[in-house]
């Protein structure tokens, strides 16, 4: 059996699409995180073969004043869960950021860079990935990069909602990324289930946000107006890594696989929404 937490987010939701075999998804409100001996014991009555933790607190902002909330569902929630699954012999994933490094690379971060995350979001997520494999050193654990789908709040549907209601956008563009469809990371998780180790998985290319925006806007035949701006323009509590691409040379090689560029997914994306 597979159990899935965070069923409610963009990821949980195509796993949901995409997991045919005996499967339970655990989601708010009936599994709450903020019980973990509750929610633990769960997990220890379902006994399952694979535990995929697709919960996270991601309010990049938020997390600069809400560090004990931030820290309670990325490193304390997934460390109990790892050792949870340690214990049933279950294998287990756990999905990670780019933002646990600072942006000052000029080429992909491979899984080997040093990491140094510039905001409390990105150390509390670096802080997690240490801690679930730590209580279990055959966790697959993967970092991934800008995740959108067609299911969920993500930067993809903000271009399209205020093309609606405000008809204007200022976008950085010098914060580069590889946008990664939820899609494809759900199919790469679960081909990669019996990994062990610390993986990177993101579309392929490299795109600034503001252009990742007109891409948005030129499939979508948008009429919003967009705006190129430095990141200094748009102060935001926490910073953020001006490059934060990751190498997939490593899982590529691993499941003998080719990653999608980011345009063909995010078409295909929006060709479902529509």
Not at 246 to 274: D, F, G, R, V
Request: proline residues 4%; positive net charge; aromatic residues 6%.
């Amino acid at each position: 059996m597979i159990v899935v937490v965070g069923a409610s987010g963009q990821l949980g939701f195509e796993l949901r699409r995409q997991i045919t075999s005996d499967a339970v998804f655990l989601g708010r409100p009936e599994f709450d995180l903020d019980n973990l001996d509750q929610a633990t014991k769960s997990i220890e009555l379902l006994k399952p073969s694979l535990l995929i933790n697709a919960t996270a607190y991601n309010q990049v902002d938020k997390a600069e004043n809400e560090t004990q909330k931030a820290r309670h569902i990325n490193v304390e929630a997934p460390a109990r869960l790892a050792e949870v699954a340690r214990k049933l012999s279950s294998r287990m994933i756990h999905v990670s950021t780019d933002y646990v490094f600072d942006g000052t690379s000029t080429t992909p971060y491979k899984e080997t860079d040093v990491t140094h995350p510039l905001g409390a979001y990105g150390q509390s997520k670096l802080n997690g990935e240490k801690a679930v494999l730590a209580n279990h050193p055959q966790a697959l654990v993967v970092r991934t990069s800008w995740l959108y789908s067609s299911h969920g709040q993500n930067f993809v549907k903000t271009v399209i909602r205020l093309d609606q209601e405000k008809k204007n956008m200022r976008v950085v563009n010098d914060q580069i990324g590889s946008p990664t469809w939820a899609k494809d990371l759900a199919a790469a998780l679960l081909k990669g289930r019996d990994l062990a180790g610390l993986f990177h998985y993101s579309n392929e290319g490299a795109v600034s946000r503001y252009d990742f925006a007109c891409a948005v806007k030129k499939l979508k035949n948008l009429n919003l107006a967009i705006e190129p701006i430095a990141t200094s323009e748009y102060p935001t509590p926490a910073k953020r890594p001006h490059y934060s691409v990751l190498n997939t040379n490593k899982i590529k090689s691993a499941l003998n696989i080719s990653i999608p560029h980011w345009m063909e997914s995010l078409e295909k994306c929006l060709n479902e929404q529509s």
